[in-house]
């Protein structure tokens, strides 16, 4: 059986967008960091992040005499997003959440895919 010129093209092509669609701006950025961030809505919170390189995710958010700590799971997916998932409690009604993290130096910046697109600043602990 024979593909025809025009068969063989397309499947180059799909092929080649498959491989491209999941490469991650994050690999090898984000593995077992610590970064720290104040809430710009919450004058005095900060957000304290860390991914484990197990997969393992930690948030600790505290100020004004308040620390509570979420726990989860995190990986890499496209581009410049994240999957945060099977967190201890709900965050915004939800378990899951996909965010776009973009990391420049020690600097990184989390924008949450809602309507509204809040962003937090992160700079990277040593």
Same mark, same amino acid.
């Given at each position: 059986?024979?593909?025809?010129?025009?068969?063989?093209?397309?499947?180059?092509?799909?092929?080649?967008?498959?491989?491209?669609?999941?490469?991650?701006?994050?690999? @090898?950025?984000?593995?077992?960091?610590?970064? %720290? #961030?104040?809430? $710009?809505? &919450?004058? *005095?919170?900060?957000?304290? =992040?860390?991914?484990?390189?197990?997969?393992?995710?930690?948030?600790?958010?505290? @100020?004004?005499?308040?620390?509570?700590?979420? %726990? #989860?799971?995190? $990986?890499? &997916?496209? *581009?410049?997003?994240?999957? =945060?998932?099977?967190?201890?409690?709900?965050?915004?009604?939800?378990?899951?959440?996909?965010?776009?993290?973009?990391?420049?130096?020690?600097?990184?910046?989390?924008?949450?895919?809602?309507?509204?697109?809040?962003?937090?600043?992160?700079?990277?602990?040593?």
């Amino acid at each position: 059986m024979r593909l025809s010129l025009k068969v063989c093209c397309v499947l180059i092509v799909v092929g080649s967008l498959t491989s491209v669609g999941c490469e991650s701006n994050n690999k @090898g950025k984000i593995e077992g960091t610590k970064w %720290t #961030g104040e809430l $710009k809505e &919450s004058p *005095g919170m900060w957000m304290r =992040m860390e991914f484990a390189t197990d997969g393992r995710l930690k948030m600790v958010i505290s @100020g004004q005499g308040v620390s509570k700590t979420i %726990t #989860g799971k995190w $990986k890499l &997916s496209f *581009g410049d997003y994240v999957e =945060m998932s099977d967190l201890s409690e709900p965050l915004a009604g939800r378990t899951k959440h996909v965010e776009k993290i973009s990391i420049t130096g020690k600097t990184l910046v989390m924008t949450d895919t809602d309507v509204g697109g809040t962003s937090i600043t992160f700079q990277k602990e040593i």
